[in-house]
């Protein structure tokens, strides 16, 4: 079992940047690939980005692809998600999940466990 939590959501204008942190606790964090979900109002909870379990390996939605980067930091138990060049249908609740699969999920069905979710709204 792992526990996430997310932070680093808030308001900013478009065209500026947010960094997303998620902390891990419990079961090896290096044991899950993560992710981030992102779902705005009356819309179905999309896909952002993934990473392995060892961060060789990453997949983004092309939405965000060349704007946000994901990273994460085993030793720490954190994935982090830069986002740069925010416009404003990136507003939405982010979400940080992890996975026990060994490759780079892009479903949410393939999560078990999810975080609350930060608020992240872009204004034009």
């Known amino acids: 079992q792992v526990t996430l939590e997310e932070s680093g959501g808030g308001l900013v204008q478009a065209g500026g940047s947010l960094r997303l942190s998620c902390a891990a606790s419990?079961?090896?964090?290096?044991?899950?690939?993560m992710g981030w979900f992102r779902q705005a109002p009356g819309k179905e909870r999309e896909f952002v980005a993934a990473?392995?379990?060892?961060?060789?390996?990453?997949v983004y939605a092309n939405s965000v692809k060349g704007r946000f980067t994901i990273s994460r930091d085993n030793a720490k138990s954190t994935v982090d998600l830069q986002m740069n060049g925010l416009k404003p249908e990136d507003t939405a609740v982010y979400y940080c999940?992890?996975?026990?699969?060994?490759?780079?999920?892009?479903?949410?069905?393939?999560?078990?466990?999810w975080g609350q979710g930060t608020q992240v709204t872009v204004s034009s």
């Open positions: 999940a992890a996975a026990d699969e060994a490759g780079v999920p892009i479903n949410k069905w393939e999560y078990r466990y």
């Open positions: 419990g079961r090896t964090f290096s044991s899950y690939a």
């Open positions: 990473i392995s379990r060892s961060g060789g390996y990453i």
